[in-house]
T-cell receptor, first 115, second 112 residues
């Protein structure tokens, strides 16, 4: 299984500011994903981070609010822009397993609180 | 939406007892997976069951899948306090198995 790290692990931010979350994998992976988990809720897929091209966003999520970069096969960033308290969530990245595309491994998450 | 429901939403049992959680989903799937999440941290993969399988075991875990009823269950036998966590099922769409849909989750509390 892949080892995934996220930075920061948590942050408290003021409304109107932006935060960039980093996701680093210890091996090259094809598929990387970003999820949001609002307080007490389940996970919702934000987007698929595509290496070398624009991310593919799910319904309800837009690039202006959640710009994503994927410069190589081991790294991705998610920016939460112009934050409001409703953006307070845990943000998780995941990667698809090399030998089993339908299996995903998750990072430890970034807990974001917006005041 | 393919996102399903899990029940119960919360479950509190004594150590040593068995815990059963159920998951329902809405559309055809490629596979169904169960994950554990401790205290709002990252998810740990527990077990994957494919759409052509009916039952799978892994240690103290037993998963069943009924595609005709679009439902799955996770049984944890001889529970331990360390099993206290939230448990989520996730389905991979039949023709896009990279896309996961998570259930609402069951919060399990195992009392020592």
């Amino acid at each position: 299984s892949a080892v995934i790290s996220q930075k920061p692990s948590r942050d408290i931010c003021q409304r109107g500011t932006s935060l960039t979350i980093q996701c680093q994998v210890d091996s090259q992976v094809t598929m990387m994903f970003w999820y949001r988990q609002q307080p007490g809720q389940s996970l919702t897929l934000i987007a698929t981070a595509n290496q070398g091209s624009e991310a593919t966003y799910e319904s309800g999520f837009v690039i202006d609010k959640f710009p994503i970069s994927r410069p190589n096969l081991t790294f991705s960033t998610l920016t939460v822009s112009n934050m409001s308290p409703e953006d307070s969530s845990i943000y998780l990245c995941s990667v698809g397993a090399i030998d089993s595309p339908s299996l995903q491994f998750f990072g430890p998450g970034t807990r974001l609180t917006v005041l | 939406s393919q996102q399903g429901e899990e029940d119960p939403q919360a479950l509190s049992i004594q150590e040593g007892e068995n815990a059963t959680m159920n998951c329902s989903y809405k559309t055809s799937i490629n596979n169904l997976q169960w994950y554990r999440q401790n205290s709002g941290r990252g998810l740990v993969h527990l077990i994957l069951i494919r759409s052509n399988e009916r039952e799978k075991h892994s240690g103290r875990l037993r998963v069943t899948l009924d595609t005709s009823k679009k439902s799955s269950s996770l049984l944890i036998t001889a529970s331990r306090a360390a099993d206290t966590a939230s448990y989520f099922c996730a389905t991979a769409a039949q023709y896009n198995f990279n896309k996961f849909y998570f259930g609402s989750g069951t919060k399990l509390n195992v009392k020592p």
